[in-house]
Every structure is written in C-alpha cells, then in structure tokens.
C-alpha cells in the first residue's frame, strides 16, 4: 500500500501542493481527478521522485522512502507513465521496454509474454522505432515499459490525452486487468471523466493544490463529483 501524508511540494517561492494525504491499495484504482494547473501531475513526480518535496512523507507497505530519487523510487516499486509517453524516438520498441530493465536484477532482465497478452501490438512492432508509432501505440509501450519493472505502484498521467477511443478501451482494459490481479495499486490522474469515474474504486479531487473532495463511491457519487471537479 502507498501511503502519502501531508506532502506539500514547492516550485521556488510558489507552493504548489498544500499536506496533500491519500493511499492507494493493490488491486484498487486510485482516481486523482481536477482542472488543468491544479498540482496533479505535480503529485506523481513528488511520488516517483522527479521532483524534490518540501514536507510530509512517502511510505510503501510501511517503508519510509523518505526523498527518493527517480531511480530509488523505481527500485523500490513505483512506475510512472507521465503526460507526453517520454518515449525515446530513435529506439526500437524492443529498447524502449528494455530501459526498463534498469532497477531490476540480472535474472528478471526479459520481457516477460504476458506484456504482450496486454499489448499484442506491440509484439508485431518490436523492431519499430518508437517515434514511427501511433501515438496510442507510444501510450501502450509506456504502460508496458513501466510494468515491466514489476511495480507495486502504477502511476499513469493522462494515459487517455490524445488517444483514439479503441484505444482507450483497450488501455481501459488492461487497467482492469491489473486491478483483477489485485498486485499493484493504481493511481490515475486523469481530465476524461467517465474514463476515471468508470474505473476508478476511490477519487479525490484537488483545487488549488489541496484535496477538496474524496469518494469511496465515485459511481454512487457521479453528481457531486462532477460538480467538485468543475469548480
């Protein structure tokens, strides 16, 4: 489980986010959900170590990670899939994944198959470079690259922006399927509202960098929900 208490992030003078608390359970997606420039993504680079915090604390299954790194945060199990895929153009698809070999030891070094029960495109792709692809077909080779690091925090970022719908229901699925496998604990941050709402077993909603709405019951409570992240 990923515990995260009265984190506060600061950009320069501009504080950014405001003792911002939440967990998230494995085999359970976590919904973050609000308007643009309302500290989201700030978030999931303050938990997979991008960006330095400024207070509060970070735990995963009871461990302090204290102010990791990137690399310290892959390695003890958080993935990130940000906004933009971050894929590497000029790499093949192969490569691309297997950067995702970097936090892992020798003997987990492959691709496993189930990566391509997921995402059977990209078997037929794998000697593609990735600036050649779709940019659904980046997204799909992020989230792989990420899972192949064998996470137990999955952060995607707006794994729908750009996307085309069969597309998005093909990411949605695979979203299900890991919240079925009940390993990893899922975050998403994302603006498609009946994507996150659909998938989503708890949200909160931020304004102004601060959680100003939670539901254990996004479906129950579609309404208020809608209403809080148009504010």
């Known amino acids: 489980m990923l515990e995260i208490q009265d984190l506060t992030l600061k950009y320069g003078q501009s504080q950014i986010l405001h ?9 359970k997606v976590t919904g973050i959900m609000g308007t643009n420039g309302v500290g989201k993504t ?13 207070g509060g604390s970070i735990r995963l299954n009871g461990t ?8 310290a945060a892959a390695k003890a199990g958080i993935a990130y899939v940000p906004q933009g ?3 590497f ?3 093949t698809v ?4 297997q950067t995702g070999f970097a936090c892992l030891g ?11 029960d997921l995402f059977p495109i990209l078997k037929d792709f794998l000697h593609r470079r990735g600036g050649d692809l779709s940019g659904g077909q980046q997204q799909q080779l992020a ?7 064998q996470p137990k925090v999955l952060l995607l970022d707006e794994p729908t922006e750009g996307i085309q719908p069969s597309i998005i229901k093909q990411i949605g699925r695979v979203i299900e399927v890991l919240r079925e496998e009940g390993e990893i604990a899922i975050i998403l941050v994302e603006q498609y509202f009946d994507f996150a709402v659909g998938l989503a077993d708890q949200v909160f909603v931020m304004n102004r960098g601060q959680v100003t709405f939670n539901s254990a019951n996004p479906k129950g409570d579609r309404d208020a929900l809608l209403e809080s992240v148009s504010i």
């Open 143 to 149: 989230i792989a690259r990420a899972l192949i690091t």
């Open 89 to 91: 153009p000029l790499m």
């Open 19 to 27: 003792g911002i608390s939440l967990t998230a359970e494995p085999g």
């Open 106 to 116: 020798s003997g987990d070094r492959q691709i496993p198959d189930r990566i391509f």
């Open 94 to 97: 192969e490569e691309n994944m």
């Open 85 to 87: 895929r971050e894929v």
């Open 64 to 71: 302090d990670l204290g102010h990791p790194t990137a690399f």
């Open 42 to 54: 700030s978030l999931l680079k303050a938990m997979a170590g991008r960006h330095p915090f400024s």
